[in-house]
């Protein structure tokens, strides 16, 4: 899909439902049905082993919705203080992992719910600045460039987003060295996705748009979830 049409599809659709999802933006942490994060095949997906600074993709709390993976590759063990576009307060607790680097967010754009899809993505974390992005290690959506720090809860740092990206929240198994999705904190959207992409998803899961992951959910590397990477 060329951006300029994408543009014009996410502002026909817009207005009325982000109004509806950011007065429905709750910051209390909500439990979801756990879910391991796995590699292909069932494999085990060590959390030592997840590389820094890629972007990884995995779907979480519904099959139909993607979330960021990200090992920022130090200690992220200070809490930050955020609010939704609600002015809902929410404190995000910080890293989880052996090295407390690893984070986890919906990938679903607090603007307008751009999101990455087979086909295209225009959000992405990115570790260089650039044309368009003023900071390093920011999560960048191309679309009306929104862009949101991994490393203070995602907090908006640039851009119209009026609220930072949910997290999802991540058990750490030290043991097993795994990680378990079990719930999201901050102003989460799927109410808006949903209506937004209605028949979108329609036409790609049928019945199923809006089934939750099940027990295990799989974490793939960006360029091999994604065929077309917009980069700005
Ligand atoms: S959808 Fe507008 S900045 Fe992401």
Known sequence: MKRRTFIRLCAATAGAASAQAFAASDARPRRY???RLELAGGRPLR?????VDRNLIFHYP????PCFLLNLGRPLSTPAELKTAAAQSYRWPGGVGPNRSIVAYSAICAHQLAYPTREISFISYRTEKGAQNRF???IHCCSEHSQ??????ARVVAGPAPQPL??????YDARED???AVGTLGGELFNAFFTKYAFKLSMERGNAARDGVGATTRVV???DYCRQQVRC
Do not use: F, K
């Open 166 to 171: 949910a997290a999802i929240l991540l058990e």
């Open 62 to 65: 519904y099959a139909a919705t």
């Open 136 to 138: 390093a290690n920011v």
């Open 47 to 51: 959390a030592s082993q997840i590389p």
């Open 33 to 35: 049905a756990r879910s």
């Open 221 to 223: 590397e960006m360029n």
């Open 148 to 153: 949101y720090d991994p490393a203070r809860g």
């Open 178 to 180: 795994m990680l378990t």
